[in-house]
């Protein structure tokens, strides 16, 4: 299994971003699979989650802002980032459940594959 993120980088307050995570070696149909994100010295928590009946969840920091989708022809998350602000910096990483059908999570430790993350970084 591989997730690969993609669509980081930098933007201004107020900008967008839309991060992809393409998955091999996996199948995103009926699976769970989530956003983190990790700024530097803080914990990995949860940007948004999506289940599998492709029900989103959002942290409520987040809502109306942020978007989680996934496309099942071309096996791959998003991650639709609107009206970033600064305070969003951090590694954006997609997390994928190894179980068909199991519950989305907030807790990282539900989930058995990860990408290598790719960086975020807003400024004022």
């Known amino acids: 299994v591989r997730l690969v993120e993609s669509g980081g980088g930098s933007v201004q307050a107020g900008g967008s971003l839309r991060l992809s995570c393409a998955a091999s070696g996996y199948t995103v149909i009926n699976y769970s699979l989530a956003w983190f994100r990790q700024a530097p010295g803080e914990e990995r928590e949860a940007v948004a989650t999506?289940?599998?009946?492709?029900?989103?969840a959002y942290a409520d920091s987040l809502k109306g802002r942020f978007t989680i989708s996934k496309d099942n022809y071309r096996n791959t998350l998003y991650l639709q980032m609107n009206s970033l602000k600064p305070e969003a910096s951090a590694m954006y990483f997609c997390a994928a459940r190894d179980r068909r059908g199991a519950s989305a999570s907030i807790k990282f430790a539900d989930y058995e594959y990860w990408g290598q993350g790719s960086q975020v970084t807003g400024s004022s």
């Open positions: 999506i289940d599998a009946y492709d029900r989103p």
